[in-house]
């Protein structure tokens, strides 16, 4: 079987400014794409880039804030998305994207993967924003749990925490993901983050048991926040790639340098993993569990078709007739 080289973005955002962040996603495509890459992933909400002020601002200091980061949100059907569309197409290459999506009044913690003709293949929300994130973010149906066919392979997107709940997983797994993206807003060092849970380490864990458990390549990109690059070169942690049993098959990089992580995958290996532990065939029990997932779209109001208006005279001295 044919590799598949990938990548994982691991660069810094234009923090909250979008169309100066759509330049360089725009930019990062153009350099994946010119190392032979089939497909690119970027971190969850890429996109302006993560609100981390939500955990450590009150709510009054948090308010300029939040109208900033709602304007330099972006809509699907808008021009930054179209923009990125166009480049996935010019460089033949599919992009998986995170991004603040706005939609109307609300904001919502969304990803894309988009092909490499420019079509978007699959929209989906992060099911349920993590704890703070919730005051800011709306959550979603389970219409977008969805493992898609590509010519690359069954792939498949999820971010942050949803990495943790063992449904959604399982969700995934029982369609038969083969490439997967995990989306995180960082990689913090384990001594940095606010909670141990939090950390780095905690989100690499969460990706290489997601490998594990699912028989899966997990491609993991990286957000750097502000300073990083300029503190301790050559330690923390980088973007990567697990392999299905759990190693690492990326190149090394530097974890405080921007640039591109790549891995070659063979598909192959997806198989060898699933001969020995298929956790919705052979290993599995459904005589004993089964699970019920509803991926109904949901709308909060069902308003049928538009109203037809009645005419209008268009001589306003008209008397009206009599019944």
Same mark, same amino acid.
């Given at each position: 079987m044919a590799s598949i080289r990938v990548a994982a973005v691991q660069a810094e955002p234009a923090w909250f400014d979008l169309a100066a962040s759509t330049e360089k996603t725009i930019a990062l495509i153009a350099q994946a794409a010119a190392g032979g890459v089939a497909l690119v992933a970027f971190p969850e909400t890429w996109l302006p880039g993560y609100p981390g002020f939500m955990w450590f601002q009150n709510v009054p200091e948090q308010?300029?804030?939040i109208a900033h980061y709602r304007a330099n949100s972006a809509e699907v059907g808008g021009p930054e998305i179209a923009a990125i569309r166009a480049a996935a197409a010019e460089h033949q290459i599919m992009v998986v994207l995170g991004f603040s999506e706005r939609d109307h009044g609300s904001l919502y913690m969304a990803q894309l993967i988009i092909g490499n003709d420019g079509e978007i293949l699959l929209h989906r929300?992060?099911?349920?924003p993590t704890h703070v994130e919730r005051a800011l973010f709306g959550e979603s149906d389970g219409s977008g749990l969805q493992v898609i066919e590509t010519a690359l392979g069954r792939l498949g997107a999820l971010n942050c925490?949803?990495?943790?709940?063992?449904?959604?997983k399982f969700a995934m797994y029982a369609q038969h993901e083969q490439l997967h993206v995990a989306g995180w807003p960082g990689l913090a060092d384990d001594g940095e983050a606010l909670l141990p849970q939090l950390s780095g380490g905690a989100c690499l864990a969460l990706s290489r048991s997601y490998a594990l458990e699912g028989s899966c390549f997990v491609?993991?990109?990286k957000m750097l926040q502000?300073?990083?690059?300029d503190r301790d070169p050559g330690h923390g942690l980088s973007a990567v790639v697990f392999g299905p049993d759990g190693e690492t098959v990326s190149e090394a990089v530097d974890p405080r340098v921007e640039g591109i992580v790549?891995? %070659? !995958?063979?598909?192959?290996?997806?198989?060898?993993?699933?001969?020995f532990a298929d956790p919705v065939g052979h290993y599995s029990r459904p005589?004993?569990?089964t699970v019920s997932i509803d991926r109904t779209a949901r709308r909060v109001a069902d308003l049928g078709p538009d109203p037809v208006p009645e005419p209008i005279?268009? %001589? !306003?001295?008209?008397?009206p007739q009599p019944a």
């Open positions: 308010l300029p804030m929300r992060k099911l349920k925490w949803e990495h943790m709940q063992p449904l959604v491609i993991v990109p502000p300073g990083e690059a790549y891995a %070659d !995958l063979d598909l192959a290996g997806v198989a060898l993993a699933k001969a005589d004993l569990f005279p268009s %001589d !306003l001295s008209a008397e």
